[in-house]
T-cell receptor
Framework: DGGITQSPKYLFRKEGQNVTLSCEQNLNHDAMYWYRQDPGQGLRLIYYSQIVNDFQKGDIAEGYSVSREKKESFPLTVTSAQKNPTAFYLC?????????????FGPGTRLTVT | GENVEQHPSTLSVQEGDSAVIKCTYSDSASNYFPWYKQELGKRPQLIIDIRSNVGEKKDQRIAVTLNKTAKHFSLHITETQPEDSAVYFCAARAGNMLTFGGGTRLMVKP
């Protein structure tokens, strides 16, 4: 299960606090993605980045922020502006050599905000 | 943007039977259609994919078909086994983004 890692596996925060989720990959992939998964639902794209120092909003970017200072790292900050932050967060990466098609997922971080 | 609908949301089959999951998409520019399997508490993993220039692809017990005209694609699992029990997601790619369906929970009863 190497290649793309997320930490921590479980995260608990109080409402009103910002929290940063880690995502690291050693696959030399150019593109990285953040998805949110709610119970019984599909994956919804929060942000993605095709290259270092550049990123684009996905379908549900409000209340989230990202940075891409290094190729290997794409941290996600869940801000206090996110109305319903409790969810399972998945990071993924893909290689431009395959046309960016296949996305490899990390193990996920389950965030609970009370 | 792209919209992907997936049906059914749950599917229960007897071991050895076939299972079919269907997806429709809205953006005619979509050109890549992967299927992911997610076991409970684990990461999604790619099980098969198909590109828009191909109508069908098969890998052992798994096959995917694509009808570009109708904008739908399907996953077929034959001779189902208990270890096939999981949530399956279809997705469609237009540009740089994958849009996922809502998922199908497949239960294979021994």
């Amino acid at each position: 299960d190497g290649g793309i890692t997320q930490s921590p596996k479980y995260l608990f925060r109080k409402e009103g606090q910002n929290v940063t989720l880690s995502c690291e990959q050693n696959l030399n992939h150019d593109a990285m993605y953040w998805y949110r998964q709610d119970p019984g639902q599909g994956l919804r794209l929060i942000y993605y980045s095709q290259i270092v120092n550049d990123f684009q909003k996905g379908d549900i970017a409000e209340g989230y922020s990202v940075s891409r200072e290094k190729k290997e790292s794409f941290p996600l900050t869940v801000t206090s502006a996110q109305k319903n932050p409790t969810a399972f967060y998945l990071c993924a990466s893909s290689s431009s050599r395959t046309g960016g098609r296949e996305q490899y997922f990390g193990p996920g971080t389950r965030l609970t905000v009370t | 943007g792209e919209n992907v609908e997936q049906h059914p949301s749950t599917l229960s089959v007897q071991e050895g039977d076939s299972a079919v999951i269907k997806c429709t998409y809205s953006d005619s520019a979509s050109n890549y259609f992967p299927w992911y399997k997610q076991e409970l508490g684990k990461r999604p993993q790619l099980i098969i994919d198909i590109r828009s220039n191909v109508g069908e692809k098969k890998d052992q017990r798994i096959a995917v078909t694509l009808n570009k005209t109708a904008k739908h694609f399907s996953l077929h699992i034959t001779e189902t086994q208990p270890e096939d029990s999981a949530v399956y997601f279809c997705a469609a790619r237009a540009g740089n983004m994958l849009t996922f369906g809502g998922g199908t929970r497949l239960m294979v009863k021994p």
